[in-house]
């Protein structure tokens, strides 16, 4: 990927659990999105961090940001069945850029 | 609420052929990107346009050109297919030229034999 890395690339733990998959970028942001990809489906945004705020919540979702280290947590609480997915980090850099480039993405299986 | 539209859903192309996706974005987005996104892979940013002008180009081969029409559809044309462009292609629309989130539609498959 040009910008972001994510790790673990697959993650598989039980219903219920917490899950956390972290992205690492290059260069400097305006903002960082995370999405989610059902199985050949089109990506949904999740949430968005502004490169000035250090943390946010939306529901069972809690994401952080430390631009120092150019990274990026996602964090799922109480993991559903349902949360099956791809989760992809994506950063609006600075320069111009008008576009939001993706990281690799990381494979999350929630085994019932 | 209405999202972003792309058709066809399924294309299935033999090699140096000519394919055409459309996109028809979010009503009152005046913004549109096209990703491809290859098998297990990240989506790779191709193009995009804001008021119907391209704004940003991306790793786009030579062989695919894109426009944004006075209606703000979209197109994307790839001309002498190649085994490797076989894809998921996405067309997303933003209501922001900058800094906002996207919406993506259900994206293009494109098999190339």
């Known amino acids: 990927s040009q910008q972001g890395e994510e790790d673990p690339q697959a993650l598989s733990i039980q219903e219920g659990e917490n899950a956390t998959m972290n992205c690492s970028y290059k260069?400097?942001?305006?903002?960082l999105q995370w999405y989610r990809q059902n199985s050949g489906r089109g990506l949904v945004h999740l949430i968005l961090i502004r490169s000035n705020e250090r943390e946010k919540h939306s529901g069972r979702l809690r994401v952080t940001l430390d631009t120092s280290k150019k990274s990026s947590s996602l964090l799922i609480t109480a993991s559903r069945a349902a949360d099956t997915a791809s989760y992809f980090c994506?950063?609006?850099?600075?320069?111009?850029?008008?576009?939001?480039?993706f990281g690799q993405g990381t494979r999350l299986t929630i085994n019932p | 609420a209405a999202g972003v539209i792309q058709s066809p859903r399924h294309l299935i192309k033999e090699k140096r052929e000519t394919a055409t996706l459309k996109c028809y974005p979010i009503p009152r987005h005046d913004t549109v990107y096209w990703y491809q996104q290859g098998p297990g892979q990240d989506p790779q940013f191709l193009i995009s346009f804001y008021e119907k002008m391209q704004s940003d180009k991306g790793s786009i081969p030579d062989r695919f050109s894109a426009q944004q029409f006075s209606d703000y559809h979209s197109e994307l044309n790839m001309s002498s297919l190649e085994l490797g462009d076989s894809a998921l292609y996405f067309c997303a629309s933003s209501p922001v030229l900058t800094g906002g989130e996207l919406f993506f539609g259900e994206g293009s498959r494109l098999t190339v034999l």
């Open positions: 994506a950063t609006d850099i600075v320069q111009g850029a008008q576009k939001l480039v």
């Open positions: 260069t400097s942001i305006n903002n």
